[in-house]
């Protein structure tokens, strides 16, 4: 008896479903992505093996570095409410006036480094211009004009209005910054009873054990 041939198809699979869902996670990671802010003053810190993580509320950030070839200290804390807030206490201390304008649009700069009669004119310039050499020569550490005690201290008194929590504080020195600088701002951390704060450093890898 002749045998009976099957007449074979080509096998096809419908791919529309899955383009689909391919580009609807491509949709959702675009849209929730957060882009890395330029810092305003680049920091090489330290390299460590250390991999705690620094919260991401209720932290004030001191970064020491040069800005235009000389010493500067940048100051930034965790919290658009946090930061408005501070800045209300720092202008009553200082006799000075910020529009509302002028207090949202200083909630969304995570650092900054200018005495504070510039900051206006911070505030002012164009987020992308703030971050030119020159533009921000750091915040006075002076014994005669010690404004970042006051801004360390404004913050702290904030963020427990709003978030009626302690605030902590992290160093972030160069790896090439000299020692005294960075003495320097534990000295003031210490003088307001700050005795515990994180130093941000540079993760590297382990070193290899040999057998």
């Known amino acids: 008896m002749a045998k009976i041939k099957m007449s074979k198809n080509a096998a ?16 959702f990671f675009i849209l929730t992505a957060t882009a890395k802010v330029p810092e305003p003053m680049p920091v090489d810190t330290p390299a ?23 010493n500067a200290v940048f100051f930034g804390v965790k919290g658009k409410q946090v930061r408005e807030k501070t800045l209300d206490l720092m202008a009553q201390k200082y006799g000075m006036t ?13 650092e900054f480094g200018v ?23 750091g915040i006075p550490i002076d014994s005669l004009n010690n404004q970042l005690k006051d801004w360390i201290y404004t913050a702290r008194q904030a963020n427990i209005e709003v978030a009626d929590k302690e605030l902590e504080f992290a160093i972030k020195g160069d790896s090439k910054e ?5 003495k320097k701002i534990m000295d003031i951390l ?8 994180s130093l941000v450093t540079g993760l590297r890898a382990k070193p290899k054990t040999t057998k």
């Open 12 to 27: 096809s699979i419908d791919m529309t479903a899955m383009c689909d869902v391919a580009f609807l996670l491509l949709t």
């Open 48 to 70: 460590s093996t250390v991999q705690t993580k620094l919260p991401d509320t209720d932290l004030a950030t001191l970064s020491i570095g040069k800005s235009d070839g000389k």
């Open 98 to 110: 910020f529009t509302d304008k002028e207090k949202y649009e200083f909630s969304l700069i995570d």
């Open 115 to 137: 005495p504070i009669e510039s900051l206006k004119s911070l505030i002012a310039i164009k987020s992308a211009d703030r971050n030119k050499a020159g533009v921000q020569p």
């Open 190 to 197: 210490q003088d307001q009873k700050i005795n515990s704060f």
């Open 178 to 182: 000299e020692y005294p600088q960075i």
